[in-house]
Structure formats: C-alpha cells, structure tokens
C-alpha cells in the first residue's frame, strides 16, 4: 500500500495567487482530514470528510479556504487568494476505523 | 483554541536517560492518542488508549491515560537516539470521528 499520497511536496507561491494541494486517500478508508501545522499553532483541523461529505469545517480559517472531495480517491484544498500567512504544512490524513494515517505533507510558502 | 496542552514543550536528553511527557486538558475525551512525527514526515500512530487508567506499554515506552480521561503520559525507558521527534497526543470527541491535537513535546536524544 502507497499510503496517502499529497502533491506537491513544496509550493513556493506569490501572495494573491491561487494554490491547490491534492491528496489521494489510502483506499478503503472513508474518513479524510486535513490539517495545517505551524510552529506557533501547532496541527490544527481544518475540515474532514466521511463518505466524500464534509462533516465539519469550522476549523476552515477563512472564505478563501475551500475544500472538496469529488470522490472516494481524491481531494483538493484550495486557497484563493493566497496571504503570506498561509505559508505552513499541511497534510491529508485518512482513516478507516480510529488510526489517522497521515500523509507527508504539502510545505507551503506564500511570499 | 488549544484544548490539551503538553510539557515539555521541548526536552534535550542523554541517551540511556528516561524521560516523562505530559497531556492535559480539562475536557474528557472518549479516546487519547499518541502519535511521533519526524522531520519531513506526517505524525505516526503509537498507541490508542480508551479506557480511565489504562496503560499500554510499547517496548521502552508506557503510555497511561488518567482515570477521568482528561489527561494522559508517555514515559520513555533509556531512551535511544532513535526516539528522537515531536511527539503529539490527540484527544477524539465524543464521536470518536474528530481529533483534536496537543501543543507538542519536541524530544532531542543526544548520543
């Protein structure tokens, strides 16, 4: 088993652009996380999905914050547009039962 | 808003050195976990305690959850280089579906 997958790795973008990180959940699992990590906040929850629905949002900072789940393999955070704040690591974790398995995570730097 | 809080927040050891982290909260959670993360890499599963009182033991490591579920530890045995990386507790909701991530304790064994 790959794990979960996240692209890219690093993303290194201008304030103000569009940025979009993906993650291919482990199959089988019907819950998916994502989280954001800085060094001052820590990891915090951003949104998860059960079944490619989103169940709980409230941790989304803001409106230019969205996320989706089209299905069962696939989801995307995007931030539009961009702030420097925003520059972190974020990853996408997925669960079957209790036990998050996370991926490596997206650094981001927004200049 | 932080609902567990973890001390150390850093801890630099000899090797062959015990040591001791802290989680607490003044919420009750169904479940605690813990979880190591090493540079670069997403946080790893090590243990999921549920039960008031209970304690797991991992090798070197001894995880005990406290009787009222709000607060819980892990105890490294002559700790290895090996150990070294943040280690994060996690406290599910009542549903058992969300998780709600410590401050961390980043641990440095030093040869």
């Known amino acids: 088993d790959a794990g979960v997958i996240q692209s890219p790795r690093h993303e290194v973008t201008e304030m103000g652009q569009e940025v979009t990180l993906r993650c291919k959940p482990i199959?089988?699992?019907?819950?998916l996380f994502w989280y954001r990590q800085t060094m001052m906040r820590g990891l915090e929850l951003l949104i998860y999905f059960n079944n490619n629905v989103p169940i709980d949002d409230s941790g989304m900072p803001e409106d230019r914050f969205s996320a989706k789940m089209p299905n069962a393999s696939f989801s995307t955070l995007k931030i539009q547009p961009s702030e420097p704040r925003d520059s972190a690591v974020y990853f996408c974790?997925?669960?079957?039962?209790?036990?998050?398995?996370f991926g490596p995570g997206t650094r981001l730097t927004v200049l | 808003t932080q609902l567990l809080e973890q001390s150390p927040q850093f801890l630099s050891i000899q090797e062959g050195e015990n040591l001791t982290v802290y989680c607490n909260s003044s919420s009750v959670f169904s479940s605690l976990q813990w979880y190591r993360q090493e540079p670069g890499e997403g946080p790893v599963l090590l243990v999921t305690v549920v039960t008031g009182g209970e304690v797991k033991k991992l090798k070197r490591l001894t995880f005990q959850f406290g009787d009222a579920r709000k607060d819980s530890s892990l105890h490294i045995t002559a700790a290895q280089t090996g150990d070294t990386g943040l280690y994060l507790c996690?406290?599910?909701?009542?549903?058992?579906?969300?998780?709600?991530f410590g401050t961390g304790t980043s641990l440095t064994v030093i040869p």
């Open positions: 996690a406290g599910a909701s009542n549903t058992g579906n969300q998780f709600y």
């Open positions: 199959s089988g699992h019907d819950y």
């Open positions: 974790a997925s669960s079957l039962s209790n036990e998050q398995f």
